[in-house]
C-alpha cells in the first residue's frame, strides 16, 4: 500500500479512537509509519535526501507499546514522496495534538510519561518530515516533474480523514 493512502488510514483510524488507549496506539501507528517511510526514502530515494530520510526511519524507535502491531507494514511504495511526506507531517502533528489533552488529565503517571513520550517522539519525527520536505523541494528531480512542496503550514487540520 503507498505511503500516503496508509496515512490517511491511519488518521482516519486516530480520528475514531475513542479511549486513551487507542488514541496513544494509533500515534504509535503514525510514527511507525514515519520510520517506515524514512526507511524506503532512504534505500530508493535521491542520495542528497537519503541521510535525512534515515534520521526518519531511526527516529522514535524506542518506547513504542509491544502490542501494537504496525499498520506501516503494509507499507510497499512512496510513490509520490512530497505528497506522502505533506500528509504524514499533517498525521503527526494530528496525532500529537491528540495526545496533549491525555496527558493533560492522565491520572496515571504511566498514562502521562506515554503521552510524553510519543509526543517527543513524533515531534522528532515530524523535524525530520519537514527538512526531508524541504529538501524534495529542492531536489532537481523534484524541480524537473514541477511538484514544489509546501514548508509553510502547521496547521494539524489538512489531514484528510
Known sequence: MDATRLAVVTAAALGAARTETEV???AWQAQALARAVGGILAATGPH???AEARRLHETGDTGAPPCVRPRAGRLTSVADPPRALDALDSLLAEAAHA????AATAAESGTYTDCMETIEALGNSRDAVRVLRGLWAGSPEVVARGKPVDTGSDDPGRCAR
Open 48 to 50: 542528497t535526501q537519503s
Open 99 to 102: 495526545l496533549i489533552p491525555l
Open 24 to 26: 496513544v496506539r494509533e
